[in-house]
């Protein structure tokens, strides 16, 4: 651990509920530090935080933050970009000169000791960072990663086998990854998104090239981006790539082809070419880092998966039903895919939340003509997450952009019953709002007809 936290004896966090927030908490509850934090709502991950002795409050109050944590000499505090500027606790930390960083700052202070892979993209990071944690823990190596979702196979978002190698996930939200120090790199797409802070595309784009120019050792890029480095894909002649594919009751199997050798006969037990794609990133990270083959292959057949990454909530002959957190339209195409792949000639029914007011509007026909694949489409209102309505932008709206037959708007209290009506034979919950709290309802609504 940098000096920087060694003498640090308080660890204060503002949006301590979020995925990548309470992963850091874990990590310096484990490391003996006091930990404690703020959150807007409680859920899940605060619960599990609480079970851990990590006190937590929801009500945005000075007061209720704890005496020892007011101690400016010893204490430091981490927010996240999504905390509003008017938050008062933030604010009276600030004007009291505490110390004060985002998350990503902290993970930079963390990656800048220690050997670090990272995994960045506009899609896939997760699932890519997940796997990559299990392929690096199952072939020994003492590593430590902070994932951006819950890893099936541990029911967590940090992997804390030791401290010879870090594994992050490479957020470019608020240009976030520039903080960090990585010695190895994979960027996994560069589609458009968070224009509410890029503004234009091609800011993206330069973010991503910045960061890449990061890696010291190794850039991997998937292939037909705009970067220098070993490419991978999915039969398309890349550096690492997947070839010899088929599917054998819902497991992919194929052979590896790296620059040096071809690995044959390896088994994925994800759905869907993304999910392919993201297997022989995390695979090519791992070689690169020195892991053994052998393990890596039988790491990888044991990967279980990241909750809401097409996970599967029903799976019977007569009624799938698979929850996702895909918020983008090109996350919602791949979905699109892997159900069909995975089951095909059913009907299907997706429930979108849209994410996001300025999402919605950047990429509204987008949208209309990813969720147009579907047979019938349940839309319900825009998650605003840190945002304020923008006039004429609401689900409504996008609604009659999609081309589609069977279609309708739904309030949530409305939904099960929407849902119980529907003849479809696979049905999926989409989006990275509160819709996954829905998932539980809906599933004991679904088993008890």
Known sequence: MSKELKDIKNIYFIGIGGIGMSALARYFKFLGKHVAGYDKTSTQI?????????????????????????????????????????????????????VIKKRAEVLGVITQGTYTLAVAGTHGKTTTTAILAHLLKESGAKVTAFLGGISENYNSNLVLE???????????????????????????????????????????????????????DHLLVCNGLPLSGSTFGVEDGADYCAQNIKIDNGTYIFDLKTPTQVIE????????????????????????????????????????????????????DDLVFVDDYAHHPTEINALHQAIREMHPGKKVLAIFQPHLFTRTKDFGLEFAESLGQFDQL???????????????????????????????????NHLVDEILKSNAQVITTIGAGDIGEEVSVIKEALLTV
Do not use: C
């Open 162 to 216: 030791g401290n010879d190698v870090v594994v992050v996930e490479a957020d470019e939200f608020d240009r976030s990854f520039l903080q960090l120090y990585p010695d190895v790199v994979a960027v996994t797409s560069m589609d458009a998104d968070h224009l509410d802070i890029y503004k234009e595309a091609n800011a993206l784009e330069e973010s991503f090239i910045e960061f890449s120019s990061r890696a010291k």
């Open 378 to 412: 349940l839309l319900l209102d825009i998650y605003p997450a840190r945002e304020l309505p923008i006039e004429g932008v609401t689900s409504e709206w996008l609604l009659g952009m999609i081309d589609l037959d069977n279609k309708k708007l739904v309030k949530k």
């Open 46 to 98: 605060t619960s599990d935080l609480e079970d851990l002795e990590i006190s937590i409050h929801f009500e945005d109050d000075v007061r209720a933050i704890p005496d020892s944590f007011l101690n400016v000499k010893e204490t430091l505090v981490v927010y996240t970009p999504a905390i509003p500027i008017t938050h008062s606790e933030l604010n009276y930390l600030k004007s009291n000169d505490f």
């Open 265 to 316: 006969d390896l088994h994925l037990n994800l759905p869907g070419k993304h999910n392919l794609l993201n297997a022989i990133t995390a695979f090519a990270m791992a070689m690169l880092y020195g892991s053994p083959t052998a393990a890596l292959a039988k790491a990888l057949f044991s990967f279980k998966g990241v909750q809401r990454r097409f996970s599967y909530q029903i799976k019977s």
